[in-house]
């Protein structure tokens, strides 16, 4: 039934890694189709306007859009659930993938088109970092210190927080801020306790080896 699943997936994409997660932890088989940064192949194209991955292929269904892609896969009920029991919990899960879609990724996305210090603006690195800031500050706000980000265990919140996290994480070194995590010490708790779930530990892993690759290192 799933396997005629197909995901067109980039390793050190944020938005792929939150549909790896949720494919992971709901243990679903989903063939990868690994596409290298910056060279979305013509034929997504012919799927898609949007010329973005990740992207789903499930038989004639095509999804965009990572969010979609793992409410999709949520609503298809196959494997482990990852929608939490209940009005207010459903709607936790949803806010906080919200601010980390809008509020971190929006000023990361553009922190990382700075992250070369040759040609540095450094006016527009400082309004996107405290932009960043102001969102981790909300998101910190919203969890309640507990190991997973909504009751006690694994939803779509989780995936789309733990790739954010691990860009936050690495990103504050690159623009003279060695331990961002630190300054937020609930946050911090969190991301180091979700990975003791072992599909957010391998996606950390997956980030992990992707962007060293990236580096050269
Ligand atoms: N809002 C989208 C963002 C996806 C996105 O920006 N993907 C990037 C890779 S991280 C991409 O495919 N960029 C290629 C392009 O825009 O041409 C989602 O949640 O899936």
Request: charge should be negative; aromatic fraction near 6%.
């Amino acid at each position: 039934m799933t396997s005629s699943m197909k995901l067109y997936n980039a390793q050190l994409s944020p938005y792929a890694a939150r549909c790896r997660l949720a494919i992971h932890a709901k243990g679903l088989d989903v063939a990868m189709i690994d596409v290298a940064p910056g060279a979305v192949p013509p034929e997504l194209d012919t799927l898609t306007p949007m010329h973005k991955v990740p992207l789903l292929v499930h038989g004639d269904v095509v999804v965009p859009e990572s969010e979609t892609i793992c409410e999709y896969l949520e609503d298809l009920n196959l494997g482990t659930s990852l929608r939490p029991e209940g009005a207010a919990h459903i709607a936790r899960m949803r806010l906080l993938a919200r601010i980390g879609d809008l509020y971190i990724m929006e000023p990361m996305g553009n922190l990382f088109g700075q992250i070369n210090p040759q040609g540095r603006d450094q006016a527009l690195v400082d309004r996107e970092m405290a932009e960043l800031l102001k969102g981790i500050g909300w998101l910190t706000h919203y969890l309640d210190g507990s190991p997973f980000a909504v009751g006690d265990r694994l939803s779509l919140a989780d995936c789309a927080l733990v790739p954010m996290l691990f860009f936050f994480d690495r990103i504050g070194p690159m623009f003279g801020e060695a331990t961002p995590l630190k300054h937020f010490p609930a946050t911090d708790a969190y991301f180091g306790s979700v990975q003791n779930h072992p599909s957010a530990a391998k996606v950390v892993a997956e980030l992990d080896a992707a962007l060293r690759r990236m580096m050269g290192s």
